[in-house]
T-cell receptor, first 117, second 114 residues
Framework: DAGVTQSPTHLIKTRGQQVTLRCSPKSGHDTVSWYQQALGQGPQFIFQYYEEEERQRGNFPDRFSGHQFPNYSSELNVNALLLGDSALYLC????????????????FGDGTRLSIL | AQSVTQPDIHITVSEGASLELRCNYSYGATPYLFWYVQSPGQGLQLLLKYFSGDTLVQGIKGFEAEFKRSQSSFNLRKPSVHWSDAAEYFCAVVPSGSARQLTFGSGTQLTVLP
């Protein structure tokens, strides 16, 4: 049973560039959340996707956008990269109950380490 | 404001000693509570969760946590630490009935001495 998989594992970009990170949820899961974890800090919620729609968003600028595909996989896009965007980006999946709410625990991938030069 | 506090940034214990990691939350109602562990360069692994019911919950790897409503705490414990337990531990909460985003504490780094 495959868990949450993320690609790529590492990425180096320069300021002003754009980046796309990918996530495949755990088998049977339909909800994907993205988190940013800066060095030495806890993960910060970016947004969550369910039924191909953004259902909730954290305190992140519009430079951060996402998408969920019919097979539940998801992408995180970041435009106009800043040095402060350097972080570990974590994807988490879960199974939603009726209406998209879920009390099921989220399962995390190993993350994508993004470095901005 | 809603928040999660892990007051200990770094804890060092000897192998075989007992462990307690503290977590306090500030929410209007009892949230759902979680403990995750993160090894270097890896994602987060769920250790245990509390939704309701028995306030002492058992998790994987011999960990347990106790929910204390009066203290707004959800402390993680292990009676005998193994060297492989060295990692960073995160407490996380989700508002009950609206389980979407996890709010994490800042983490506690655990070092285990031989």
């Amino acid at each position: 049973d495959a868990g949450v998989t993320q690609s790529p594992t590492h990425l180096i970009k320069t300021r002003g560039q754009q980046v796309t990170l990918r996530c495949s949820p755990k088998s049977g899961h339909d909800t994907v959340s993205w988190y940013q974890q800066a060095l030495g800090q806890g993960p910060q919620f970016i947004f969550q996707y369910y039924e191909e729609e953004e259902r909730q968003r954290g305190n992140f600028p519009d430079r951060f956008s996402g998408h969920q595909f019919p097979n539940y996989s998801s992408e995180l896009n970041v435009n106009a990269l800043l040095l402060g965007d350097s972080a570990l980006y974590l994807c988490a999946s879960s199974l939603a109950s009726t209406g998209g709410w879920s009390n099921q625990p989220q399962h995390f991938g190993d993350g994508t380490r993004l470095s901005i030069l | 404001a809603q928040s999660v506090t892990q007051p200990d940034i770094h804890i060092t214990v000897s192998e075989g000693a007992s462990l307690e990691l503290r977590c306090n939350y500030s929410y209007g109602a009892t949230p759902y509570l979680f403990w995750y562990v993160q090894s270097p360069g890896q994602g987060l692994q769920l250790l245990l969760k509390y939704f309701s019911g028995d306030t002492l919950v058992q998790g994987i790897k011999g960990f347990e946590a106790e929910f204390k409503r009066s203290q707004s705490s959800f402390n993680l414990r292990k009676p005998s630490v193994h060297w492989s337990d060295a990692a960073e531990y995160f407490c996380a909460v989700v508002p009950s009935g609206s389980a979407r985003q996890l709010t994490f504490g800042s983490g506690t780094q655990l070092t285990v001495l031989p």
